[in-house]
């Protein structure tokens, strides 16, 4: 099997835009484990919480810190993933966390305008050499809340964030200004497709306003020059050995062995802040 990685022309694509939308990141096999795991993995359903939106509308999130030895670790430490990581971040990375976002048909709740930076900033991560790559498990468009993007808005730096609207988010008016001069993107995805996005690139979803579920995984990565200088709810540097692409296949149905990688906020976290997309 080829080794994947990103061309020359991608990694540029990423650096002005502060996103990449690679299609068919995982194949149909792939992306139909995916599904299958996450109805019927009873970790993910042990640890899962909700997230509100300004109307209450909610959606669903599971949210872990180290990759196991199951399915869900193996796709994050997947070589197609880790090894773009490393191209678009200029290094060794480690994983940050990976989060299970559910959005149910007519419930799944929006998230308003942020920056990943604007929350992690505060664990202690000095700069901004951090990513995340967004997975389509079903079909993501505009009616059931796809990822929307702000082109090139990473290149704004990290904007201050509040609560806003009920919501702990992006400063409206600085995201205004933006809107005004830079490219707003619907990320409109077929299953197993994904999103390699910044974090300093504002993003938001909509509500699933639609009859069908909108679900995805987000594995989010630090460079290990980047290791935070005090410990909080998500890891300091922690290597990682990366696992050739047909390892997902190969691990097939195991489902979460590790409970205590789990992550779950109380009601006045401040991690709840950024949780879902």
Not at 3 to 16: A, G, I, W
Request: glycine share 6%; with cysteine.
């Amino acid at each position: 099997m080829k080794e994947f990685r990103l061309s020359p022309e991608q990694v540029d694509n990423f650096l002005d835009d502060g996103f990449l939308i690679i299609p068919n990141l995982l194949d149909a096999e792939e992306t139909e484990l995916l599904l299958t795991a996450a109805s019927a993995d009873p970790m993910m359903k042990e640890n899962v919480f909700d997230v509100s939106d300004r109307k209450g509308q909610t959606s669903q999130m599971t949210l872990w810190n180290h990759p196991g030895e199951d399915l869900w670790g193996i796709v994050s430490r997947s070589n197609r993933i880790v090894a773009s990581m490393e191209q678009l971040l200029e290094g060794e990375v480690y994983h940050y966390h990976s989060k299970l976002i559910l959005k149910k048909p007519n419930e799944g709740g929006a998230w308003e305008w942020h920056q990943d930076y604007g929350y992690w900033y505060k664990n202690g991560c000095l700069f901004p050499d951090m990513a995340s790559c967004w997975i389509a498990m079903n079909k993501a468009d505009r009616e059931n809340g796809c990822l929307q993007v702000i082109r090139g808005s990473h290149k704004a730096g990290r904007i201050e964030h509040g609560v806003y609207s009920t919501q702990h988010c992006a400063d409206p008016e600085r995201v205004e200004q933006l809107l005004d001069r830079l490219d707003l993107i619907y990320c409109e995805l077929e299953p197993g497709s994904a999103v390699f996005f910044h974090c300093n690139t504002l993003h938001r979803s909509d509500a699933n306003i639609s009859e069908r579920n909108r679900w995805n995984l987000i594995c989010c990565y630090n460079a290990a020059r980047n290791d935070p200088y005090f410990p909080s709810h998500h890891p300091q540097y922690t290597p990682m050995k990366k696992v050739p692409d047909n390892a997902i296949k190969k691990m097939g149905l195991k489902l979460s062995g590790s409970p205590e990688s789990f992550y779950k906020p109380d009601e006045s976290s401040s991690a709840r802040a950024h949780t879902a997309k």
